[in-house]
Every structure is written in C-alpha cells, then in structure tokens.
C-alpha cells in the first residue's frame, strides 16, 4: 500500500504563488503516476496534472502555463508549483498516486484572496 502526506497549502493574494508536496511511502515502487486534483466548495474534484513513472506530463487546461508538476525521486515526493493563482483556485487539494488503486492524500486547503 501506498500512503500520501500532502504540506504546502495556505492562504495566498491573488497573483501570489504557492508549493504543494505530496510525499509518497509503503510501496511507492508500484506507483505507476502521481498528481493532484482540486475540489472548491460544492463543486466536483477536478484533475489538475499528473505526472507519470515514466516522466509523462499533463495539465487540465486550466492551469497550464501557470502549474509546474515536477518530483524528487530520491525524496519520493512529487510537488505542485503554482504561480499567479486566482481566487478561482481556492480548493482543497489532493495528491493522489495510482498503482492497480488510487490512493489519495488527506487533501491541503489554498485559499486564493481578491
């Protein structure tokens, strides 16, 4: 099994700029793709970007040009660079890890001010 530690959320001025990190233990050589969804208040999860073992990448729309998904291997963590954010952005957000399951983080709350 795999557990996910997620750190970095806060409360951050619209523009401003934030780092997540999810670290990753257990079985982390099984880990076929890690990233992170967001979910705002009464709305449902959304994917945001993933990064895969073999060093794939993608982004939802959304965010592309502003999200950086990138990993330390030797840390086992995979982190979530966002710059100029929006008040849009507030969510709560969940590292998640795919193996033959998904496994999600406790989820980090970014509030994103006007």
């Known amino acids: 099994q795999v557990q996910l530690v997620e750190s970095g959320g806060g409360l951050v001025q619209a523009g401003g700029s934030l780092r997540l990190s999810c670290a990753g233990s257990?079985?982390?050589?099984?880990?076929?793709?890690m990233g992170w969804y967001r979910q705002a208040p009464g709305k449902q999860r959304e994917f945001i970007a993933l990064?895969?073992?073999?060093?794939?990448?993608n982004y939802a729309d959304s965010v592309k040009g502003r999200f950086t998904i990138s990993r330390d291997n030797a840390k086992n963590t995979v982190y979530l660079q966002m710059n100029r954010l929006k008040p849009e952005a507030t969510a709560v957000y969940y590292c998640?890890?795919?193996?033959?399951?998904?496994?999600w983080g406790q989820g980090t709350q970014v509030t994103v001010s006007s």
């Open positions: 998640y890890a795919q193996t033959t399951l998904v496994t």
């Open positions: 257990g079985s982390i050589f099984s880990i076929n793709a």
């Open positions: 990064i895969t073992s073999g060093g794939t990448i």
